[in-house]
């Protein structure tokens, strides 16, 4: 079974500060990552996708890396802002011959003060 | 208007009870999944269906029962709840021309008295 841990569970951070979030997984076998986002009380918002052949993929502030021999993504959020606050969500796309998996991780849960 | 949509948004219930959880989308995808979200768990996945005529069951099914009546329409029923149901239910939609991106509904809030 796929494992999916993150870390920081929480991070509180000033605005304006560059920051990492950390994706681990247990089995490389993977087709792909997502990273989401999630604000209280709302669905996921999906911020990057990186296939498995694919080592980072950007999107404005965002970059997210993927290390497939170690089991790791991370991702890179530039020059923070308060409305960057919400929680982080990583999933993993895992290769299985029993059909569809997705496993997610709990989550970091980023606050950015002004 | 949001692509995908689920209703209703909350929901008490008693235990015991039948309830159905809605979803819709008009994204034209044809993969739609149903998740169930607990604090301390993440979020697993419970049904996915990849066409019309297509249902599989996730990581934790049991309890659960899904109806695919269109590839815009999901309905996840549970057919006599208990009160471990009481959760955070999220539909989503995906579709390989866009690499199988996930796109989520904003949730229902269940709980089971």
């Known amino acids: 079974k796929q494992e999916v841990t993150q870390i920081p569970a929480a991070l509180s951070v000033p605005e304006g500060e560059n920051l990492v979030l950390n994706c681990s997984f247990t089995d490389s076998a993977i087709y792909n990552l997502q990273w989401f986002r999630q604000d209280p009380g709302k669905g996921l918002t999906s911020l990057l996708l990186i296939q498995s052949s694919q080592r980072e993929q950007t999107s404005g502030r965002l970059n997210a890396s993927l290390d497939k021999s170690s089991g790791r993504s991370t991702l890179y959020i530039a020059a923070s802002q308060p409305g960057d606050s919400a929680t982080y969500l990583c999933a993993v796309r895992r290769k299985s011959n029993s059909g569809y998996a997705l496993n997610f991780g709990k989550g970091t849960s980023l606050l950015v003060t002004p | 208007d949001a692509d995908v949509t689920q209703t209703p948004r909350n929901r008490i219930t008693k235990t015991g009870k039948r309830i159905m959880l809605e979803c819709s989308q008009t994204k034209g995808h044809d993969r739609m999944y149903w998740y169930r979200q607990d604090p301390g768990l993440g979020l697993r996945l419970i049904y996915y269906s990849f066409d019309v005529k297509d249902i599989n069951k996730g990581e934790i099914s049991d309890g659960y029962s899904v109806s695919r009546q269109a590839q815009a329409k999901f309905s996840l029923s549970l057919e006599s709840a208990i009160p471990n149901q009481t959760a955070l239910y999220f539909c989503?939609?995906?579709?390989?021309?866009?690499?199988?991106?996930?796109?989520f509904g904003p949730g229902t809030r269940l709980t089971v008295l």
């Open positions: 989503a939609t995906s579709d390989l021309d866009t690499t199988d991106t996930q796109y």
